[in-house]
């Protein structure tokens, strides 16, 4: 069975660490109105939040100095030099909306000379995400 027939086929997680962990669940539950899949709050150095962005998560955990709460694997600096890409249906609506609401952009809405329409926010940890839709 090749891997585009599987049945077993995963999620893809985008996850990072935050000082700003409530500011960043009221962005993306808020503000911009993903659903929150699942999340927790078990003590002040372990929260943690799954946002579904279409077939993605999104994964923010609060930051903490308790080594206890580390793994030795991860890098828990702020994220730099990433964005995320997603894509919508109603991109135009979607720009208003945001607007109106006073969301920071990092770009205004345009089009691509690729053939997306597109503009992008700057979410509480200056990450930025990039909204798309094909217009080809």
């Given at each position: 069975?090749?891997?585009e027939?599987?049945?077993?086929?995963?999620?893809?997680?985008?996850?990072?660490?935050t000082?700003?962990?409530d500011?960043?669940?009221?962005?993306?539950?808020?503000?911009?109105?993903?659903p929150?899949?699942?999340s927790?709050d078990?003590?002040e150095?372990?929260?943690?939040?799954?946002?579904?962005a279409?077939p993605?998560?999104?994964?923010f955990?609060?930051?903490?100095?308790d080594?206890?709460?580390?793994?030795?694997?991860?890098?828990?600096r702020?994220?730099?030099?990433?964005?995320?890409c997603?894509q919508?249906?109603?991109?135009?609506?979607?720009?208003?909306?945001y607007?109106?609401?006073g969301?920071?952009?990092?770009?205004?809405?345009t089009?691509q000379p690729?053939?997306?329409?597109?503009?992008?926010?700057?979410?509480?940890?200056?990450?930025?995400?990039f909204?798309y839709?094909e217009?080809?």
């Amino acid at each position: 069975m090749s891997a585009e027939t599987s049945p077993k086929e995963g999620v893809f997680r985008f996850t990072y660490h935050t000082d700003r962990f409530d500011d960043t669940l009221a962005f993306y539950r808020d503000d911009v109105g993903f659903p929150v899949a699942f999340s927790w709050d078990r003590s002040e150095d372990d929260k943690g939040a799954l946002i579904k962005a279409g077939p993605a998560i999104i994964e923010f955990l609060k930051s903490s100095d308790d080594a206890s709460h580390q793994n030795e694997g991860l890098d828990y600096r702020a994220p730099q030099g990433v964005y995320m890409c997603i894509q919508v249906f109603d991109i135009d609506d979607r720009f208003e909306r945001y607007k109106a609401n006073g969301l920071r952009f990092k770009q205004e809405i345009t089009d691509q000379p690729w053939g997306h329409r597109t503009f992008s926010l700057l979410e509480p940890n200056d990450l930025v995400i990039f909204f798309y839709e094909e217009r080809f």
